[in-house]
């Protein structure tokens, strides 16, 4: 198990853009596959983006296609979302989630069992 914390949530208006971060704890880093998720009120989570321990394989939700961008930095165990032209549809609370690479393809929901606590994304119109 490792311990996740983000930050890099806030307001922001139609347009613009955010970088959440996620820090995450342990030495074991490199063996995890990272991922962003996404629940907005009354709707349920859902895999917004993901990305393999070799940073080699990325997933996209088809939403955020061409406007998001994850990354990570294995030296700062540190994953990251970039969000740009954000849109209201956006709004909802991002948490990032780890999976040990022995417990499938970084692109399945199953799986991610370390989370953080979630950082609140709001876009106005």
């Known amino acids: 198990q490792v311990q996740l914390i983000e930050s890099g949530g806030g307001l922001v208006q139609a347009g613009g853009s955010l970088r959440l971060s996620c820090v995450v704890s342990?030495?074991?880093?490199?063996?995890?596959?990272m991922a962003w998720f996404r629940q907005a009120p009354g709707k349920e989570r859902e895999l917004t983006a993901s990305?393999?321990?070799?940073?080699?394989?990325?997933y996209y939700l088809d939403s955020v296609k061409g406007r998001f961008t994850i990354s990570r930095d294995d030296v700062e165990n540190t994953v990251y979302l970039q969000m740009n032209s954000l849109k209201p549809e956006d709004t909802a609370v991002y948490y990032c989630?780890?999976?040990?690479?022995?417990?499938?393809?970084?692109?399945?929901?199953?799986?991610?069992?370390?989370w953080g606590q979630g950082t609140q994304v709001t876009v106005s119109s």
């Open positions: 989630a780890a999976k040990h690479f022995s417990g499938g393809s970084s692109t399945i929901t199953l799986g991610y069992t370390s």
């Open positions: 990305m393999s321990s070799s940073g080699t394989i990325t």
């Open positions: 342990g030495r074991t880093f490199g063996a995890y596959h």
